[in-house]
């Protein structure tokens, strides 16, 4: 059996600094010394390698440099950060740069198998693989009612995914009274043993019907068949216990730091 550490070695050596080999139209994907940047979406991205060795002015000076780039873009930054990355003081440094942390989230990994089975629907609610732009507009509108924000700009970056690499993104939703009420999606590396599981949402009032674990067997179903081992999900509060209790193991936390220009000091 695969101990957590071994998992967590195997993470960082194949789901980080994924430069998709056929990017979407309109979006930009720079490798720049440890350092990956995605321009060309909603907002800017940042991840980097899990070890920098790098001094402290070193750490201020990149972190500044990125977020500069998207400010002379007039454009917000996601710098993704995990809980093992060294140096350990990236947060504070990020915090210093006028990021702010937003949700921390579990990194769970856990062989495709534990979510094949599912309890049975009640009556009325489909599940199904879509590329429609209808259901996928659907979904935006169900994600911006559960969450509270704009989720339109999804649409177009969705659709930029399918159109581009369609083996690579699948999209399933859950249709109950003739609206989009649950949806997600699993997403595929070439030549990597993790499928990602993303964008998992139910509106409230269809939470607790097994709609969630349903969308989830399908994405399984789907890895399983291409013989993907393992699958990774960046987990909430909520849905990690779910999962835990499904047979997934916690291998590091996850925070995203957002910048935008009002809390950046270059901008005050």
């Known amino acids: 059996m695969t101990s957590p550490s071994e998992l967590l070695a195997l993470y960082d050596a194949q789901q980080r600094l994924i430069v998709p080999e ?7 994907f720079e490798l720049l010394n440890g350092v990956m940047r995605v321009t060309g979406r909603a907002e800017g ?15 201020d000076a990149l972190i500044a440099t990125h977020r500069d780039f998207f400010a002379a873009r007039g454009e917000p930054l996601e710098w993704k950060t995990r809980a093992h990355d060294v140096p350990s003081s990236i947060p504070q440094h990020l915090e210093h740069a006028g990021f702010v942390a937003q949700e921390r989230e579990a990194v ?14 009640p009556p009325g609610i489909e ?3 879509t590329r429609n732009h209808e259901d996928i507009a659907g979904m935006a509108a169900m994600l911006s009612e559960v969450w509270g924000g704009d989720f339109t700009w999804l649409v177009d970056d969705l659709e930029a995914q399918l159109d581009t690499a369609p083996d690579q993104t699948v999209l399933f939703v859950a249709e109950a009274q003739g609206r989009i009420v649950s949806a997600a999606r699993i997403e595929f590396t070439p030549g990597s043993d993790f499928a990602g599981l993303w964008g998992g949402s139910t509106a409230p009032e269809w939470e607790g019907k097994g709609i969630y674990g349903a969308i989830a067997a399908a994405r399984a179903q789907r890895a399983h068949d291409r013989g993907v081992p393992y699958l990774q999900v960046d987990a909430s509060d909520e849905s990690s216990p779910i999962l835990l209790r499904r047979g997934f193991v916690e291998i590091t936390t996850t925070t995203p730091y957002l910048w935008t220009p009002s809390t950046s000091p270059s901008a005050q």
């Open 127 to 129: 599940i199904r693989e």
């Open 22 to 28: 056929h990017p979407p139209a309109g979006i930009t």
């Open 45 to 59: 991205f940042v991840e980097t390698a899990q070890h920098l060795d790098l001094s402290d002015s070193e750490l």
């Open 108 to 121: 769970l990994v856990g062989h495709t198998t534990t979510l094949l089975a599912a309890r049975p629907l």
